[in-house]
């Protein structure tokens, strides 16, 4: 079936471990006699159309293996979000270079792209084996246990949670930073992974998974603060009211969109600015402030978990041979086994494409601000080894002489 040509790319947001995916991919198809030039595409699918290509199998084995240990897309990476008619010339670019094989490392967009170049090829019946490699800080994908990417990303918020909760026990007050994830809260509530003591902080994480009304935040925060003088809150950028209107979109005058025409919800830093507003205007609180972690959670260089970096290599790996040994196109996917191991699947792409998975209810408290011990148990072993640690005195108090 192969022409001996394989072509790999990366797609949407890099993250700390996406490079370990792609070198995977390059690795374990030099172990393939069949298999003559490993090509990469520059920019994802807009690299294809340009056929802008990079010639992987020139590249020594070394340095490739530094390329893997570091975070970002090395390809570079693309936010297009191709429809039919654009992977009409993906396929078409693909068919021009006789490549036998298609692998594209992405999250939902591009296992949709996967579905749809498949769907192409099996119409003009041109052997091409196209595979779906997941990635996503989101943990959003179907069908998967956890996407690489993401606990690396989770250890970047567990970790940064961690040092606000001192920082806002040595300075009390309300600390309010905004965390990513559209639809689903994974992110957001691996802030709690940062908490050490009972009083430690995040005192509330909101994610989208639940309904947000401003007035029961504001009751929260106050209640919080009552009892220990200071509060830390988590907020997924993707929090809503019950109509699933952006909170962003109903507490700010004027709102920027993305290239897709939704509101854009990260990077601007509007969310934690106008949360923190609300809460020195209507509860009277002096000290607040508001961050966004906005593109550092992505692929912050030195916080990777070596779980992460482990899968992320074996999924590059397990797709050529899938894509080799086996005689179906599909999305890879990571199965957890036993109480922490993993293997992995191939999935059809049409389970994969075009869906979305949130946080399951057993991961969420009743009262929607916390996250349960199921939480706790599904994340901990994904953050790797190392974890920092934080510790207080036990303040053994003296005496008073003077104020009795």
Not at 115 to 139: F, G, M, W
Not at 380 to 398: Q, T
Request: hydrophobic letters at 40%; glycine letters at 10%; a negative charge.
């Amino acid at each position: 079936m192969s022409s001996g040509k394989i072509l790999v790319a990366q797609g949407g947001g890099p993250t700390a471990v996406i490079n370990q995916s792609l070198v995977g991919v390059a690795l374990e198809a030099r172990r393939f006699g069949q298999i003559g030039h490993i090509y990469g595409a520059l920019h994802g699918v807009r690299g294809i159309i340009n056929e802008d290509f990079v010639d992987l199998t020139q590249e020594t084995s070394h340095n490739l293996e530094q390329v893997a240990n570091t975070p970002s897309s090395a390809l570079g990476s693309t936010r297009d979000k191709p429809d039919a008619a654009y992977c009409h010339e993906i396929f078409k670019v693909l068919q021009a270079h006789k490549i036998g094989h298609f692998f594209y490392i992405g999250g939902n967009d591009s296992s949709d792209t996967v579905r749809i170049v498949s769907e192409e090829a099996q119409a003009a019946n041109y052997p091409l084996r196209s595979i779906h490699i997941p990635k996503t800080i989101d943990n959003d994908l179907v069908g998967n246990d956890h996407t690489p990417g993401f606990p690396s990303a989770a250890r970047f918020v567990a970790q940064a949670f961690a040092g606000a909760n001192l920082d806002n026990a040595a300075l009390p007050g309300v600390y309010v930073c905004v965390v990513m994830g559209r639809h689903a809260g994974f992110l957001t509530a691996a802030s709690a992974l940062g908490k050490k003591f009972p009083a430690d902080g995040p005192h509330l994480i909101y994610m989208p998974e639940r309904v947000f009304v401003i007035e029961k935040f504001l009751a929260d925060v106050k209640a919080v603060y009552e009892r220990y003088g200071r509060c830390v809150i988590a907020v997924s950028e993707g929090i809503h009211d019950a109509a699933g209107a952006p909170i962003t979109a109903l507490l700010a005058k004027e709102m920027e969109h993305d290239a897709h025409g939704n509101v854009q919800l990260s990077g601007t830093g509007a969310l934690a600015d106008l949360l923190c507003e609300e809460i020195k205007s209507k509860l009277n609180i002096k000290r607040v402030r508001g961050d966004t972690l906005g593109y550092m959670q992505r692929a912050f260089i030195g916080c990777v978990s070596d779980v992460d970096q482990r899968e992320a290599r074996e999924v590059g790996e397990k797709a050529v041979q899938f894509a080799m040994w086996g005689d179906k196109d599909g999305s890879v996917a990571i199965k957890r086994t036993g109480f922490y191991s993993v293997d992995y699947e191939l999935l059809p792409v049409s389970a994969v494409a075009g869906k979305t998975r949130t946080m399951e209810d057993e991961f969420i408290t009743d009262c929607g601000t916390d996250v349960t011990d199921a939480f706790r148990m599904y994340l901990r072993p994904l953050l790797g080894s190392g974890m920092p640690d934080a510790f207080r005195l036990r303040h053994n108090p003296v005496a008073k002489v003077l104020n009795k």
